[in-house]
């Protein structure tokens, strides 16, 4: 992934923070792409801090059912008044809900991301540098599990944790656990494949003849050089944990809602509300599922459309002029966009 | 629900294919038994798995009925169903009866799962089939603009369009379109898949019944009836197969654009042949071939997107059972049909690589 504007300005110094994964893209977009990459910045930053300082910002507890003086919310109340967004058939804030549902959605993806990441990556790692018979029995195994429609195998993952019924804590880490069961296979194939190309480079070699152990090779050679891929892989398993939380939340096998708000099961509560024209209930958490999982995919498809050089946009060769461009006629023509 | 990945990754059905050497004789007939015999150890493993975690929890009739009988009838009925048996030997035995084409039985209303396929499998395949079609109808042409003009605005609104339909959980769109279509426009029905009159119409039918309403519909000859399935089919259709309908146009996008830049093209440009006829024939051809692989993914996708969908319509069908048995608790019956649409999914991806391999010889090698 050699950048154009390196290759540009090759006197300028690069700081580490210019190399971070997604500054560095940042700086590398143009045009709609860039503009594309900086909504779903914007939208993924709103999220973050809405979940992180929800108990400031939400007017009530997720299951408040009584304000201050002790009366009661009241089921169904139309958006307005001490009620910006109106209360659910349970009685519940759905403004306060919409906010804490944030903090749960956030603290799903950070277990099952990180829980999945770890065994993703160790898996991958020694399954495509050891190889032999292990490698072929992971790689069957993680294909059977890739073909499997995702939601069912978390609704089973998800009885097998918690038999179905969830406290606050435990609900987020069964739904997190059943999210990781379903995406281990993804960061394994990816870094297997990188892991058995790389596997082959030169710089291996060496430390091979030079005696380095096999867990030294396998850490401090490949595994440096196999992340690459990972904050794509990243961002677009973060949007599908929400979905597939909110699936699981919808069936009924989310978190209970005394436990935690969250936007999935509001959605199942919904259901009969749509029908009698209530549309407060329903709309509103599901337009929070849909921006957050929008603002993280848009980071998602940037980075992995500047990583794919069919499909990277590049600077007009008017714009930033090569410094070889004058002399070389094969460089102009190679760019699809001159 | 791999959409994004599934492009990064590369298709996974073809998978095993590509590994073999190059050159290896044999051809189509070869591929064909070779990805046949795949089929196995992948259910193999999906079963063993499921059995696991199904099983991890202790035994199905204590989480469906402990609490309700006394710990003497529990004890009697798991010793009765042969739960308190090695689970070793549970295992073996449960996987000569999958062979057998059994699947166990609900607890809760005793009904075998594999009669359950032939009750309800009907009408999830026709939701399957409503949201095939308007996933090609709106993602492939849709799909081939947004590369045609790519960088362009309109490119930039399909693809937006292109995440939102990926954003959008099935039941909120669901939801949305009830709200919009049924509950102020009042134009659609709510739920269900007819009225009640073409249902008492169609049982009429008896043993002719398919189960998939359309064939019902036609069979009956009214066009009523046709009109009436057919109105109760565009909401649920349209909320699951737009999410589809994300995924083809940007498995199109991308692919056109690879194509559009490909020599072949530009030869063809110098050659003065018409833009049309370039987009139409020299690159849009060939990128449809990978599509026919996604399909492939997009059976599991749209599985489990169809017991979201099946939940939200009340459309009665696999998966609506199945959200039924996870609330009644019956984790025999939930297993059962978690099973048996593992063996669909992987019979429905080994057919549709034999299909790619027939149009793409690639494939084969």
């Known amino acids: 992934m050699s950048t154009t504007t390196e290759t540009a300005e090759p006197r300028r110094r690069v700081t580490l923070w210019q190399r971070l994964p997604v500054v560095h893209q940042l700086r590398q977009s143009v045009g709609l792409q860039r503009g594309m990459l900086i909504a779903g910045l914007i939208i993924t930053g709103i999220f973050l801090l809405t979940a992180i300082f929800a108990p400031l910002i939400a007017p009530y507890g997720f299951s408040q059912l009584r304000d201050a003086d002790g009366v009661s919310f009241g089921a169904q109340v139309p958006p307005g008044g001490a009620h910006l967004l109106g209360t659910t058939v349970g009685g519940y804030d759905v403004l306060s809900r919409v906010i804490w549902g944030s903090q749960t959605a956030l603290g799903v993806i950070v277990v099952a991301v990180v829980l999945s990441i770890f065994a993703g990556v160790i898996l991958g790692l020694i399954s495509g540098y050891i190889g032999g018979w292990l490698d072929r029995v992971l790689v069957v195994i993680a294909d059977a599990v890739f073909a499997f429609p995702t939601l069912l195998l978390a609704i089973v993952a998800a009885i097998a944790i918690s038999g179905g019924q969830s406290s606050l804590f435990g609900g987020i880490l069964a739904a997190a ?113 849909v921006l957050v999982v929008l603002g993280i995919t848009l980071v998602g498809e940037s980075l992995n459309d500047l990583a794919d050089p069919r499909l990277r946009t590049r600077r007009k060769a008017s714009a930033v002029p090569a410094p070889t461009a004058e002399t070389s006629a094969v460089l102009e023509g190679t760019d699809p966009n001159s | ?293 996604v399909i492939g993914l997009q059976i599991a996708m749209l599985l489990g997107g169809a017991v979201l969908t099946e939940t939200t319509f009340e459309w009665k069908g696999l998966g609506f059972k199945l959200a039924e048995y996870l609330t009644a608790r019956d984790f025999v019956a939930v297993q059962g049909i978690v099973t048996l649409l593992a063996v669909i999914v992987a019979l429905s991806n080994f057919i549709v690589d034999v299909i790619a391999a027939l149009i793409d010889p690639r494939v084969r090698y």
């Not at chain 1, 999935?264 to 958490?285: A, E, H, K, M, Q």
């Not at chain 2, 492939?140 to 954003?167: E, H, N, Q, S, T």
């Not at chain 2, 709510?190 to 169609?202: D, H, I, K, P, Q």
């Open chain 1, 177 to 289: 656990i059943s999210i990781t069961v379903v995406y281990i296979p993804q960061y394994f194939r990816v870094i297997r494949a990188e892991t058995v190309r790389i596997k082959s480079e030169a710089y291996v070699e060496s430390a091979k003849v030079v005696g380095s152990s096999t867990g030294r090779i396998m850490f401090r050679h490949v595994l440096r050089n196999a992340t690459r891929t990972l904050p794509l892989l990243f961002t677009l398993n973060s949007s599908e944990a929400i979905l597939t939380l909110a699936g699981l939340g919808f069936l009924g096998f989310g978190i209970q809602p005394t436990a935690a708000a969250e936007w999935g099961y509001d959605l199942n509560r919904s259901i009969s509300d749509v029908t009698s024209g209530i549309w407060w209930t329903s709309v509103f958490p599901g337009l929070a599922i």
């Open chain 2, 1 to 293: 629900m791999t959409t994004t990945a599934t492009t990064a990754l590369g298709p996974t059905g073809s998978a095993p294919a590509a590994r073999r050497p190059r050159g290896g004789g044999g051809g189509l007939l070869r591929f064909i038994i070779v990805r046949f015999l795949l089929i196995f150890p992948t259910i193999f493993i999906l079963v063993t798995m499921v059995f696991v975690l199904m099983r991890s929890i202790g035994d199905p009739i204590t989480a469906s009925l402990g609490g309700r009988l006394t710990a003497d009838q529990l004890a009697e009925r798991i010793h009765s169903a042969g739960y308190d048996r090695p689970i070793i030997v549970q295992y073996v035995e449960y996987i000569g009866q999958i062979f057998t084409g059994n699947f166990g039985t609900a607890i809760s209303d005793g009904r075998p799962v594999l009669q359950l396929l032939v009750t309800y499998g009907g009408a999830t395949l026709e939701l399957a089939f409503y949201a095939l079609i308007v996933a090609f109808i709106v993602g492939i042409p849709l799909g081939m603009l947004a590369a045609y003009l790519r960088d362009k605005w309109p490119d930039a609104v399909l693809r937006v369009f292109a995440i939102l339909c990926y954003a959008t959980p099935v039941f909120f769109a669901g939801l949305l379109l009830k709200l919009v279509f049924s509950v102020w426009l009042k134009v659609l029905p709510v739920a269900g898949r007819a009225s009640t009159r073409t249902e008492l119409n169609m049982s009429k039918l008896g043993d002719r019944r398919t189960g998939i309403y359309l064939i019902d519909a036609i069979q009956l000859g009214s066009p009523a009836a046709i009109g009436d399935v057919l109105q109760h089919a565009v909401l649920p259709g349209l909320a699951l197969g737009l999410l589809t309908a994300g995924v083809f146009l940007r498995l199109v996008r991308t692919n056109v654009i690879g194509t559009l830049s490909m020599d072949y093209v530009d030869a063809a440009r110098s050659r003065g042949v018409s833009e049309y006829r370039l987009v139409r024939r020299h690159a849009y051809k060939p990128a449809l071939v990978p599509i026919i692989t």
